[in-house]
């Protein structure tokens, strides 16, 4: 058996924004992330009061926001109460799960993803299996994009609906270890800009909830 990482970016409407296919599932999402242009390249591609909803997979960082983690002193250190930190990491999650759903619409309406029937023996073929999830990837979009048209198939709305119905569950926080995992506060990436920004996103949310 053979799995390929897919690290998939969506916007709040479900559209798929940005794919990368290639390294080995075995890889962690942060070394991922760090060869993708997005990554390389983020105030290309994201305006100035946009963000990355991450997992607590990833490093938090000035455009990559991921939710507090229970052994996090921020709250302390930036006026924050642990209630204020608890209704963030509920609305973060909120929105963090679009791309959960996304994924799992992918799979549905194109369910030769969730076993690919292509032999990896070599480059090519992983090439291959590459830009099959690619190009599934890209269908979506198309079909995601004629959902208002007044062509849409009435067979394509109701695989839509029902696949969107299945996926209206919320999808739990992938937990992760706090006694593994450094405190964010200690952690290189986890730059006081990057947690500044945290902090000031957090009372900008919590005025409008």
């Given at each position: 058996?053979?799995?390929?990482?897919?690290?998939?970016?969506?916007?709040?409407?479900?559209?798929?924004?940005?794919?990368?296919?290639?390294?080995?599932?075995?890889?962690?999402?942060?070394?991922?992330?760090?060869?993708?242009?997005?990554?390389?390249?983020?105030?290309?591609?994201?305006?100035?009061?946009?963000?990355?909803?991450?997992?607590?997979?990833?490093?938090?960082?000035?455009?990559?926001?991921?939710?507090?983690?229970?052994?996090?002193?921020?709250?302390?250190?930036?006026?924050?109460?642990?209630?204020?930190?608890?209704?963030?990491?509920?609305?973060?999650?909120?929105?963090?799960?679009?791309?959960?759903?996304?994924?799992?619409?992918?799979?549905?309406?194109?369910?030769?993803?969730?076993?690919?029937?292509?032999?990896?023996?070599?480059?090519?073929?992983?090439?291959?299996?590459?830009?099959?999830?690619?190009?599934?990837?890209?269908?979506?979009?198309?079909?995601?994009?004629?959902?208002?048209?007044?062509?849409?198939?009435?067979?394509?709305?109701?695989?839509?609906?029902?696949?969107?119905?299945?996926?209206?569950?919320?999808?739990?926080?992938?937990?992760?270890?706090?006694?593994?995992?450094?405190?964010?506060?200690d952690l290189p990436h986890?730059?006081?800009?990057?947690?500044?920004?945290?902090?000031?996103?957090?009372?900008?949310?919590?005025?409008?909830l």
């Amino acid at each position: 058996n053979h799995s390929i990482q897919v690290q998939i970016i969506c916007d709040t409407n479900k559209k798929i924004r940005a794919v990368h296919t290639g390294f080995p599932g075995s890889v962690h999402d942060s070394r991922v992330l760090r060869e993708t242009d997005v990554y390389q390249r983020i105030d290309e591609f994201l305006g100035p009061d946009e963000y990355i909803c991450a997992d607590r997979g990833y490093p938090l960082l000035p455009k990559i926001m991921v939710p507090f983690k229970s052994n996090s002193r921020d709250g302390e250190i930036f006026g924050l109460s642990e209630n204020d930190l608890t209704r963030f990491n509920k609305f973060f999650s909120s929105r963090r799960v679009k791309v959960e759903h996304v994924n799992g619409l992918v799979k549905e309406m194109f369910p030769c993803l969730k076993r690919l029937n292509v032999p990896i023996r070599n480059d090519y073929q992983h090439t291959r299996a590459c830009h099959i999830i690619e190009c599934c990837c890209i269908l979506y979009n198309l079909i995601h994009d004629l959902r208002t048209a007044e062509t849409l198939d009435e067979t394509a709305r109701e695989l839509l609906s029902t696949q969107e119905n299945r996926q209206r569950v919320p999808v739990p926080e992938q937990e992760y270890d706090d006694d593994i995992l450094d405190d964010e506060e200690d952690l290189p990436h986890a730059n006081l800009q990057a947690r500044t920004k945290r902090a000031q996103l957090v009372r900008r949310v919590l005025e409008n909830l």
